[in-house]
């Protein structure tokens, strides 16, 4: 049984494959994306639309949390980048039964694993210096107050979907590794796996022998001798 419920090259069905929406968004990987993607709304848009004030005294937007701009700005930027990549592994993971190439389903996973890890813990640093900056401020029960402990809330809980999503797709790089090949899907499209000859066959057997490998005389004086 295949790891995390995932078989085939890089837990996808065989190339070319149709699928099927019900099925798609029953997907462990694809929960997971839509998840994070309303998440990412509520915490760049509670910030962007309560996060900031006007100061009198500085004549200037101040970040309401400790007024700590660089709070605001890296958690809107965590927010606003995990809702953009979160639309992008969706679109890649529905054209993923579509990837011919086992290179290709590959990179792709390793990328969905890679940046699922790394958002993860953007989201923890700014759950963590939201919540530090918005117990220092002197304004943490007046304007904006319910925006600000949404967007923590929420930083905290897109902690867990991109550290699932993460999860399984080193569960689907696991299952892959093992059947990348069982599929019929080539290494590179039109090519076989590793470069390797998959051979020929007459009435009488199978040769594993290129047919074309030179020495015509030799090889039309073998298949003779196979006839006869």
Known sequence: MD??????????SKAGGQQDPLTFLKKPNVVMRLSALI???VVFGSISS????YDDTLHKDVCIMNNQSATCHFSTFVGVVGFVASIAFLVGEWFFEQMSSIKTR???????????????FFYLVACLIMSVAWSKS??????GSTNILGAIFFALLSVFSWGGGAFFAYQRFKAGSDGAFAEGIDDEEGEAPDGAYQGYGTEEGQYSEPPF????????????????
């Open 213 to 228: 490998s030179g020495g015509g005389q030799t090889g039309m004086n073998y298949q003779q001798q196979v006839q006869y």
């Open 3 to 12: 790891p995390g419920g995932y078989g085939g090259a890089f837990g996808g």
């Open 106 to 120: 590959k990179h792709f996973v390793i990328a969905d694993m890679v940046f699922s890890s790394l958002w993860a």
């Open 138 to 143: 002197d304004e943490k029960y007046d304007y």
């Open 39 to 41: 998440f990412a709304t």
């Open 50 to 53: 309560q996060g900031w004030t």
